[in-house]
Protein backbone atom coordinates (compact mmCIF):
# COMPACT_ATOMS: atom_id res chain seq x y z
CA UNK A 1 0.00 0.00 0.00
CA UNK A 2 2.82 2.30 1.10
CA UNK A 3 4.92 1.29 -2.08
CA UNK A 4 1.94 2.03 -4.26
CA UNK A 5 0.77 5.34 -2.87
CA UNK A 6 4.77 6.35 -2.95
CA UNK A 7 5.44 5.29 -6.85
CA UNK A 8 3.10 8.25 -8.54
CA UNK A 9 4.46 10.89 -6.70
CA UNK A 10 8.24 9.65 -7.41
CA UNK A 11 7.47 10.12 -11.04
CA UNK A 12 6.37 13.70 -10.75
CA UNK A 13 9.83 14.86 -10.93
CA UNK A 14 13.01 13.89 -12.71
CA UNK A 15 15.76 11.46 -11.20
CA UNK A 16 17.93 14.84 -11.00
CA UNK A 17 15.37 16.84 -8.91
CA UNK A 18 16.63 14.99 -5.85
CA UNK A 19 15.22 16.49 -2.18
CA UNK A 20 17.62 18.53 -1.13
CA UNK A 21 17.82 20.05 -5.16
CA UNK A 22 14.63 20.89 -4.49
CA UNK A 23 14.86 22.07 -1.47
CA UNK A 24 18.07 24.24 -2.02
CA UNK A 25 15.77 25.60 -4.82
CA UNK A 26 13.37 26.78 -3.16
CA UNK A 27 15.62 28.61 -0.67
CA UNK A 28 16.78 30.55 -3.47
CA UNK A 29 13.89 30.98 -5.51
CA UNK A 30 12.76 33.34 -1.72
CA UNK A 31 16.39 34.71 -1.31
CA UNK A 32 16.54 35.68 -5.18
CA UNK A 33 12.85 37.61 -4.40
CA UNK A 34 14.47 39.58 -2.13
CA UNK A 35 17.93 40.27 -3.00
CA UNK A 36 16.66 41.66 -6.58
CA UNK A 37 14.69 44.13 -4.65
CA UNK A 38 16.78 44.97 -2.76
CA UNK A 39 19.35 46.19 -5.19
CA UNK A 40 17.02 48.88 -6.21
CA UNK A 41 16.28 49.61 -2.65
CA UNK A 42 19.69 50.09 -1.55
CA UNK A 43 20.18 52.82 -4.37
CA UNK A 44 17.06 54.61 -3.80
CA UNK A 45 18.15 54.59 0.33
CA UNK A 46 21.02 56.29 -0.13
CA UNK A 47 19.17 59.00 -2.77
CA UNK A 48 16.87 59.25 0.16
CA UNK A 49 19.19 59.79 2.62
CA UNK A 50 20.49 62.78 0.65
CA UNK A 51 23.48 60.82 -1.64
CA UNK A 52 24.83 61.56 -4.96
CA UNK A 53 26.47 58.93 -7.88
CA UNK A 54 29.68 59.23 -5.65
CA UNK A 55 28.07 57.92 -2.50
CA UNK A 56 25.58 55.28 -4.57
CA UNK A 57 29.26 54.12 -5.67
CA UNK A 58 30.66 53.70 -2.39
CA UNK A 59 27.74 52.10 -1.04
CA UNK A 60 28.50 49.56 -3.93
CA UNK A 61 32.50 49.19 -3.50
CA UNK A 62 31.91 48.39 0.05
CA UNK A 63 29.88 45.46 -0.42
CA UNK A 64 31.83 44.28 -3.41
CA UNK A 65 35.11 45.03 -1.73
CA UNK A 66 34.85 42.52 1.48
CA UNK A 67 33.06 40.01 -1.19
CA UNK A 68 36.74 40.00 -2.89
CA UNK A 69 38.65 40.20 0.19
CA UNK A 70 37.36 37.07 1.29
CA UNK A 71 36.44 34.79 -1.64
CA UNK A 72 39.18 33.03 -1.16
CA UNK A 73 38.88 31.80 2.12
CA UNK A 74 35.28 31.11 1.95
CA UNK A 75 36.43 28.53 -0.91
CA UNK A 76 38.48 26.90 1.15
CA UNK A 77 36.44 26.65 4.06
CA UNK A 78 33.85 25.23 1.72
CA UNK A 79 35.96 22.36 0.93
CA UNK A 80 36.78 21.76 4.18
CA UNK A 81 33.79 22.30 6.46
CA UNK A 82 30.49 21.08 5.57
CA UNK A 83 29.31 23.09 3.01
CA UNK A 84 25.38 23.25 3.85
CA UNK A 85 26.86 24.94 7.53
CA UNK A 86 28.57 27.97 5.74
CA UNK A 87 25.71 28.57 3.59
CA UNK A 88 23.54 28.66 6.80
CA UNK A 89 25.60 30.87 8.66
CA UNK A 90 26.06 33.27 5.72
CA UNK A 91 22.15 33.35 5.18
CA UNK A 92 22.36 34.33 9.31
CA UNK A 93 24.70 36.88 9.01
CA UNK A 94 23.12 38.53 6.14
CA UNK A 95 19.51 37.93 7.82
CA UNK A 96 21.23 40.53 10.35
CA UNK A 97 23.45 42.96 8.15
CA UNK A 98 19.84 43.67 5.87
CA UNK A 99 17.41 43.77 9.42
CA UNK A 100 19.37 46.64 11.04
CA UNK A 101 20.05 48.15 7.67
CA UNK A 102 16.02 48.15 7.09
CA UNK A 103 15.75 49.41 10.56
CA UNK A 104 17.82 52.79 10.07
CA UNK A 105 16.29 53.68 6.86
CA UNK A 106 12.58 53.02 8.26
CA UNK A 107 13.46 55.16 10.98
CA UNK A 108 15.33 58.17 8.80
CA UNK A 109 18.38 57.72 10.47
CA UNK A 110 20.59 55.89 8.04
CA UNK A 111 23.70 57.79 7.39
CA UNK A 112 26.05 56.66 4.52
CA UNK A 113 28.98 55.29 6.29
CA UNK A 114 26.57 52.82 8.21
CA UNK A 115 25.00 51.48 4.70
CA UNK A 116 28.46 51.29 3.88
CA UNK A 117 29.55 48.58 7.09
CA UNK A 118 25.72 46.66 6.84
CA UNK A 119 26.27 46.01 2.90
CA UNK A 120 29.80 45.34 3.86
CA UNK A 121 28.76 42.68 6.02
CA UNK A 122 26.31 41.58 3.59
CA UNK A 123 29.15 41.15 0.93
CA UNK A 124 31.50 39.12 3.27
CA UNK A 125 28.65 36.83 4.27
CA UNK A 126 28.32 36.45 -0.03
CA UNK A 127 31.92 35.74 -0.35
CA UNK A 128 31.62 32.62 2.45
CA UNK A 129 28.32 31.46 0.58
CA UNK A 130 28.86 31.69 -3.31
CA UNK A 131 31.94 29.18 -3.55
CA UNK A 132 30.20 26.50 -0.88
CA UNK A 133 26.46 27.19 -3.13
CA UNK A 134 28.54 26.45 -5.95
CA UNK A 135 30.46 23.39 -4.61
CA UNK A 136 27.10 21.94 -3.99
CA UNK A 137 25.37 22.76 -7.11
CA UNK A 138 28.25 21.08 -9.02
CA UNK A 139 28.26 17.99 -6.68
CA UNK A 140 24.73 17.88 -6.74
CA UNK A 141 24.13 16.25 -10.50
CA UNK A 142 25.80 14.00 -12.61
CA UNK A 143 25.23 12.33 -15.94
CA UNK A 144 23.97 13.52 -19.40
CA UNK A 145 21.72 15.53 -17.54
CA UNK A 146 23.90 17.68 -15.92
CA UNK A 147 23.33 20.56 -17.90
CA UNK A 148 19.66 20.06 -18.14
CA UNK A 149 19.37 20.26 -13.98
CA UNK A 150 21.71 23.32 -14.40
CA UNK A 151 19.43 25.10 -16.66
CA UNK A 152 16.24 24.24 -14.84
CA UNK A 153 17.78 25.32 -11.10
CA UNK A 154 19.25 28.94 -12.79
CA UNK A 155 15.44 28.74 -14.66
CA UNK A 156 13.64 29.07 -11.26
CA UNK A 157 16.39 31.38 -9.36
CA UNK A 158 15.73 33.63 -12.37
CA UNK A 159 12.27 33.72 -12.54
CA UNK A 160 11.85 34.38 -9.35
CA UNK A 161 14.21 37.32 -9.62
CA UNK A 162 11.84 38.91 -12.40
CA UNK A 163 8.76 39.31 -9.95
CA UNK A 164 11.84 40.55 -7.19
CA UNK A 165 12.82 43.41 -9.66
CA UNK A 166 9.51 44.37 -10.85
CA UNK A 167 7.97 43.86 -7.44
CA UNK A 168 11.10 45.92 -5.68
CA UNK A 169 10.87 48.79 -7.96
CA UNK A 170 7.42 49.01 -7.50
CA UNK A 171 7.66 48.92 -3.78
CA UNK A 172 10.50 51.44 -3.44
CA UNK A 173 8.46 53.84 -5.52
CA UNK A 174 4.61 52.94 -3.46
CA UNK A 175 6.30 52.25 0.42
CA UNK A 176 9.81 53.07 0.25
CA UNK A 177 13.06 51.66 0.21
CA UNK A 178 13.01 50.76 3.94
CA UNK A 179 10.23 48.00 3.55
CA UNK A 180 11.88 46.39 0.51
CA UNK A 181 14.97 45.94 2.54
CA UNK A 182 13.19 44.42 5.64
CA UNK A 183 11.31 41.77 2.85
CA UNK A 184 14.99 40.91 2.11
CA UNK A 185 16.08 40.33 5.11
CA UNK A 186 12.79 37.86 5.91
CA UNK A 187 13.78 36.32 2.87
CA UNK A 188 17.38 35.13 3.74
CA UNK A 189 15.99 34.52 7.68
CA UNK A 190 13.47 31.66 5.50
CA UNK A 191 16.49 30.76 3.46
CA UNK A 192 18.91 29.83 6.32
CA UNK A 193 15.81 27.98 8.40
CA UNK A 194 15.00 25.50 4.83
CA UNK A 195 18.79 24.87 4.56
CA UNK A 196 18.90 23.76 7.98
CA UNK A 197 16.88 21.03 7.33
CA UNK A 198 18.88 19.41 4.21
CA UNK A 199 19.56 15.76 4.86
CA UNK A 200 23.26 15.34 4.36
CA UNK A 201 23.91 12.39 5.76
CA UNK A 202 24.49 10.27 2.56
CA UNK A 203 27.25 13.09 1.49
CA UNK A 204 31.13 11.54 1.99
CA UNK A 205 32.82 13.50 4.70
CA UNK A 206 35.93 15.76 3.14
CA UNK A 207 39.43 14.97 5.10
CA UNK A 208 41.36 18.51 5.09
CA UNK A 209 44.56 18.95 4.02
CA UNK A 210 47.71 20.38 5.46
CA UNK A 211 46.00 23.21 6.24
CA UNK A 212 44.19 26.52 4.98
CA UNK A 213 47.27 27.87 2.87
CA UNK A 214 48.29 24.30 1.62
CA UNK A 215 44.57 23.95 0.32
CA UNK A 216 44.33 27.60 -1.30
CA UNK A 217 47.79 26.24 -2.69
CA UNK A 218 46.00 23.33 -4.24
CA UNK A 219 42.96 25.33 -5.69
CA UNK A 220 45.50 27.96 -7.41
CA UNK A 221 47.79 25.06 -9.09
CA UNK A 222 44.21 23.93 -10.09
CA UNK A 223 43.14 27.56 -11.46
CA UNK A 224 46.41 28.15 -13.48
CA UNK A 225 46.73 24.99 -15.02
CA UNK A 226 43.68 25.34 -17.31
CA UNK A 227 44.01 28.48 -19.74
CA UNK A 228 40.64 28.09 -20.73
CA UNK A 229 39.35 28.93 -16.67
CA UNK A 230 42.14 31.70 -16.39
CA UNK A 231 41.62 33.45 -19.65
CA UNK A 232 37.51 33.84 -19.17
CA UNK A 233 38.01 34.77 -15.33
CA UNK A 234 40.07 37.01 -16.41
CA UNK A 235 37.74 38.32 -18.75
CA UNK A 236 35.11 38.70 -16.10
CA UNK A 237 37.32 40.78 -14.30
CA UNK A 238 36.54 43.38 -16.77
CA UNK A 239 33.06 42.45 -17.61
CA UNK A 240 31.86 42.41 -14.37
CA UNK A 241 33.52 45.54 -12.94
CA UNK A 242 31.90 47.55 -15.44
CA UNK A 243 28.71 45.70 -15.00
CA UNK A 244 28.79 46.44 -11.42
CA UNK A 245 29.21 49.78 -12.00
CA UNK A 246 26.30 50.17 -14.83
CA UNK A 247 23.64 48.25 -12.99
CA UNK A 248 24.73 49.45 -9.47
CA UNK A 249 25.33 53.33 -10.18
CA UNK A 250 25.01 54.51 -14.10
CA UNK A 251 21.63 52.67 -14.82
CA UNK A 252 19.31 53.58 -11.54
CA UNK A 253 21.06 57.27 -12.49
CA UNK A 254 20.05 57.36 -15.76
CA UNK A 255 16.19 55.88 -15.02
CA UNK A 256 16.05 58.99 -12.28
CA UNK A 257 17.07 61.36 -14.45
CA UNK A 258 15.71 60.10 -18.11
CA UNK A 259 12.95 57.56 -17.67
CA UNK A 260 11.02 58.76 -14.79
CA UNK A 261 12.63 56.95 -11.60
CA UNK A 262 12.42 53.41 -10.09
CA UNK A 263 9.50 51.89 -11.32
CA UNK A 264 11.30 51.54 -15.17
CA UNK A 265 15.06 50.58 -13.95
CA UNK A 266 12.69 47.74 -12.33
CA UNK A 267 10.76 46.89 -15.41
CA UNK A 268 14.17 47.05 -17.13
CA UNK A 269 16.11 44.86 -14.58
CA UNK A 270 12.87 42.50 -14.62
CA UNK A 271 12.99 42.00 -18.47
CA UNK A 272 16.60 40.96 -18.16
CA UNK A 273 15.11 38.10 -15.96
CA UNK A 274 12.63 37.49 -18.65
CA UNK A 275 16.01 37.07 -21.00
CA UNK A 276 17.51 34.30 -18.52
CA UNK A 277 14.24 32.42 -18.13
CA UNK A 278 14.27 31.88 -21.56
CA UNK A 279 18.15 31.13 -22.13
CA UNK A 280 17.76 28.86 -19.91
CA UNK A 281 14.74 27.29 -21.22
CA UNK A 282 16.69 26.57 -24.71
CA UNK A 283 19.56 25.68 -22.56
CA UNK A 284 18.21 22.84 -21.33
CA UNK A 285 16.82 21.37 -24.80
CA UNK A 286 20.22 22.54 -26.82
CA UNK A 287 23.64 20.77 -26.37
CA UNK A 288 26.25 22.57 -27.64
CA UNK A 289 29.35 20.53 -28.67
CA UNK A 290 31.93 23.60 -28.13
CA UNK A 291 30.31 24.72 -25.02
CA UNK A 292 32.48 27.25 -23.96
CA UNK A 293 33.14 28.89 -27.61
CA UNK A 294 29.07 28.93 -27.84
CA UNK A 295 29.41 30.48 -24.19
CA UNK A 296 31.87 33.10 -25.13
CA UNK A 297 29.94 34.15 -28.31
CA UNK A 298 26.80 34.93 -26.22
CA UNK A 299 29.22 37.21 -23.82
CA UNK A 300 29.09 39.96 -26.64
CA UNK A 301 24.91 40.98 -26.28
CA UNK A 302 26.31 41.73 -22.68
CA UNK A 303 28.01 44.98 -23.59
CA UNK A 304 24.17 46.19 -25.52
CA UNK A 305 22.66 48.01 -22.22
CA UNK A 306 25.50 50.14 -21.49
CA UNK A 307 24.79 51.78 -25.37
CA UNK A 308 21.26 51.73 -24.72
CA UNK A 309 21.95 53.78 -21.35
CA UNK A 310 24.47 55.79 -23.22
CA UNK A 311 22.00 56.98 -25.88
CA UNK A 312 19.33 56.54 -23.88
CA UNK A 313 16.78 54.44 -24.94
CA UNK A 314 13.15 54.92 -23.63
CA UNK A 315 12.41 52.18 -21.31
CA UNK A 316 10.60 49.73 -23.52
CA UNK A 317 13.84 50.04 -25.53
CA UNK A 318 16.27 49.22 -22.63
CA UNK A 319 13.48 45.99 -21.23
CA UNK A 320 13.99 44.76 -25.00
CA UNK A 321 18.15 45.68 -24.71
CA UNK A 322 17.91 44.12 -21.24
CA UNK A 323 16.08 41.01 -22.49
CA UNK A 324 18.77 40.22 -25.29
CA UNK A 325 21.27 40.72 -22.56
CA UNK A 326 19.60 38.28 -20.24
CA UNK A 327 19.56 35.63 -23.08
CA UNK A 328 22.65 35.97 -23.95
CA UNK A 329 24.04 35.90 -20.40
CA UNK A 330 22.11 32.46 -19.56
CA UNK A 331 23.49 30.61 -22.78
CA UNK A 332 27.19 31.39 -20.95
CA UNK A 333 26.48 30.71 -17.82
CA UNK A 334 25.04 27.03 -18.35
CA UNK A 335 28.12 26.65 -20.64
CA UNK A 336 30.38 27.83 -17.60
CA UNK A 337 28.56 25.53 -15.26
CA UNK A 338 28.58 22.41 -17.37
CA UNK A 339 32.18 22.96 -18.16
CA UNK A 340 33.32 23.14 -14.84
CA UNK A 341 31.20 20.33 -13.99
CA UNK A 342 32.92 18.12 -16.99
CA UNK A 343 36.74 19.44 -15.72
CA UNK A 344 37.05 19.78 -12.05
CA UNK A 345 37.62 17.21 -9.32
CA UNK A 346 34.24 17.78 -7.02
CA UNK A 347 36.54 18.10 -4.00
CA UNK A 348 38.29 20.66 -5.10
CA UNK A 349 35.10 22.88 -6.98
CA UNK A 350 34.61 25.05 -3.77
CA UNK A 351 38.43 26.45 -4.22
CA UNK A 352 38.74 26.54 -7.77
CA UNK A 353 34.95 28.12 -7.57
CA UNK A 354 36.99 30.94 -5.27
CA UNK A 355 39.16 31.50 -7.81
CA UNK A 356 36.58 32.08 -10.20
CA UNK A 357 34.55 34.10 -7.95
CA UNK A 358 37.58 36.65 -6.85
CA UNK A 359 39.10 36.86 -10.26
CA UNK A 360 35.61 37.83 -11.95
CA UNK A 361 34.58 40.48 -9.24
CA UNK A 362 38.18 41.83 -8.28
CA UNK A 363 37.43 45.20 -9.93
CA UNK A 364 33.98 45.90 -8.87
CA UNK A 365 34.88 47.43 -5.84
CA UNK A 366 37.18 49.49 -8.21
CA UNK A 367 34.65 50.18 -10.94
CA UNK A 368 31.76 51.00 -8.38
CA UNK A 369 34.22 53.84 -7.08
CA UNK A 370 35.32 55.38 -10.19
CA UNK A 371 32.03 55.15 -11.60
CA UNK A 372 30.85 58.55 -9.95
CA UNK A 373 34.40 60.46 -10.86
CA UNK A 374 34.44 58.67 -14.43
CA UNK A 375 30.85 60.18 -14.58
CA UNK A 376 32.61 63.85 -13.82
CA UNK A 377 35.39 63.38 -15.44
CA UNK A 378 34.07 62.21 -18.47
CA UNK A 379 30.71 62.55 -18.77
CA UNK A 380 27.84 59.69 -18.23
CA UNK A 381 27.55 59.03 -21.95
CA UNK A 382 31.41 58.83 -22.60
CA UNK A 383 31.62 56.65 -19.65
CA UNK A 384 29.20 54.27 -20.91
CA UNK A 385 29.93 53.79 -24.21
CA UNK A 386 33.45 53.45 -23.24
CA UNK A 387 31.96 50.20 -20.81
CA UNK A 388 30.28 49.11 -23.97
CA UNK A 389 33.72 48.86 -26.21
CA UNK A 390 35.44 47.59 -23.06
CA UNK A 391 33.67 44.52 -22.61
CA UNK A 392 33.50 43.64 -26.29
CA UNK A 393 36.93 44.02 -27.14
CA UNK A 394 38.17 41.65 -23.97
CA UNK A 395 35.38 38.76 -24.97
CA UNK A 396 37.10 39.24 -28.42
CA UNK A 397 40.33 38.42 -27.18
CA UNK A 398 39.43 35.59 -25.16
CA UNK A 399 38.52 33.50 -28.68
CA UNK A 400 42.59 33.96 -29.16
CA UNK A 401 42.94 31.36 -26.33
CA UNK A 402 42.87 27.92 -28.24
CA UNK A 403 40.80 25.87 -25.33
CA UNK A 404 38.08 28.00 -25.30
CA UNK A 405 37.70 26.98 -28.73
CA UNK A 406 38.03 23.98 -29.26
CA UNK A 407 37.09 22.36 -25.74
CA UNK A 408 34.36 19.72 -26.20
CA UNK A 409 31.62 18.20 -24.55
CA UNK A 410 32.15 14.66 -23.19
CA UNK A 411 30.38 12.01 -23.69
CA UNK A 412 28.47 10.72 -20.12
CA UNK A 413 30.97 8.19 -18.32
CA UNK A 414 29.40 7.04 -15.31
CA UNK A 415 27.19 3.72 -14.69
CA UNK A 416 25.24 2.28 -17.69
CA UNK A 417 23.34 4.99 -19.02
CA UNK A 418 21.00 4.04 -22.48
CA UNK A 419 21.78 5.48 -25.90
CA UNK A 420 18.73 7.06 -25.93
CA UNK A 421 18.67 10.31 -25.85
CA UNK A 422 17.05 13.25 -23.72
CA UNK A 423 15.43 10.00 -21.25
CA UNK A 424 19.08 8.98 -20.02
CA UNK A 425 18.86 9.60 -16.43
CA UNK A 426 20.74 11.59 -14.57
CA UNK A 427 21.92 10.35 -11.02
CA UNK A 428 22.33 12.13 -7.84
CA UNK A 429 25.72 10.83 -6.28
CA UNK A 430 24.01 10.81 -2.10
CA UNK A 431 20.81 11.08 -1.40
CA UNK A 432 22.04 14.34 0.63
CA UNK A 433 23.08 16.08 -1.89
CA UNK A 434 22.02 19.83 -2.99
CA UNK A 435 22.23 22.94 -4.97
CA UNK A 436 22.37 26.82 -4.88
CA UNK A 437 24.13 29.20 -7.02
CA UNK A 438 22.67 32.01 -5.43
CA UNK A 439 24.70 35.39 -5.59
CA UNK A 440 25.29 39.41 -5.48
CA UNK A 441 25.87 40.51 -8.98
CA UNK A 442 28.34 37.97 -10.89
CA UNK A 443 29.39 36.54 -14.11
CA UNK A 444 26.40 33.96 -13.66
CA UNK A 445 24.19 37.08 -13.79
Known amino acids: ?32 LGANGALIATTWAVFESGGDAGDVGLVAMARFLPLVLFLLIGGAVADRFPRHRVMVAANTMNFVSQAVFAALVLSGTAEIWQMMV ?5 GAGQAFFNPAAEGMLMSSVSGEQASRAFAFY ?12 ALGGALVAFVGAGWVL ?46 WLWSIVAQFSVVVGLI ?58 IALPSAALAVPLPAIGLTAVMFA ?10 SWMTTLHQEIPEEKLSRVSAYD ?24 TASLWGAAVLMTLVTALVLLVPDVRNLTRRPHREGAAAAGGGTTPAAVPAPGASADAEGALGRHG
Open 118 to 122: LTGLC
Open 325 to 334: SGVAMEIFGV
Open 357 to 380: WFGSTALLPLTTALAGPSETAFGR
Open 1 to 32: MTKRSASPRATRRPAWAGRNYVLLTAATIVTS
Open 244 to 301: GAVESVYGPLVARDELGGARPWGIALAGYGVGTVVGAILMTRWKPRRMLLVGTLGVFP
Open 154 to 165: RMAMHGAGIGGA
Open 182 to 227: AVDAAAFAVAAALRAFLDVSGISERKPGGGLLSDLREGWQEFVGRP
